[in-house]
């Protein structure tokens, strides 16, 4: 069985980074075909998809956000992070990890349970 967790600071200060790692069990982050995704929804909006890292180590970021987010990886760990850099109270979401399958964006058959994180003073 495959399970993500997302973890991080619950509450993040305008203009500071927010960082999330995403800790993976029962599947690598190398496995060919896999997209390791980060996906938020803020308060009453729908899912945005953010950006993922591939099985190979490339990544692909939601053009709206190119500008303040990474997602890395570690393989060693099995996990990935995002880091969302200049954050406003617009930051403020659920934030999931997910898996996708044969490509960008498409197919996310597994995910975390979603974390809170706030942006405010």
């Known amino acids: 069985q495959v399970r993500l967790q997302a973890s991080g600071p619950g509450l993040v200060k305008p203009s500071q980074t927010l960082s999330l790692t995403c800790t993976v069990s029962?599947?690598?982050?190398?496995?060919?075909?896999?997209?390791w995704t980060w996906i938020r929804q803020a308060p009453g909006k729908g899912l945005e998809w953010m950006g993922a890292?591939?099985?190979?180590?490339?990544?692909s970021y939601n053009a709206s956000l190119r500008s303040r987010i990474a997602i890395a990886r570690d393989t060693t760990k099995d996990h990935f992070t995002l880091q969302l850099t200049s954050t406003t109270p617009a930051d403020t979401a659920v934030y999931y990890c997910?898996?996708?399958?044969?490509?960008?964006?498409?197919?996310?058959?597994?995910w975390g349970p979603g974390t809170q994180v706030t942006v405010s003073s």
């Open positions: 890292i591939s099985y190979g180590g490339s990544t």
């Open positions: 029962g599947d690598s982050i190398t496995t060919i075909n896999t997209y």
């Open positions: 997910a898996r996708g399958r044969k490509g960008w964006n498409t197919r996310f058959d597994y």
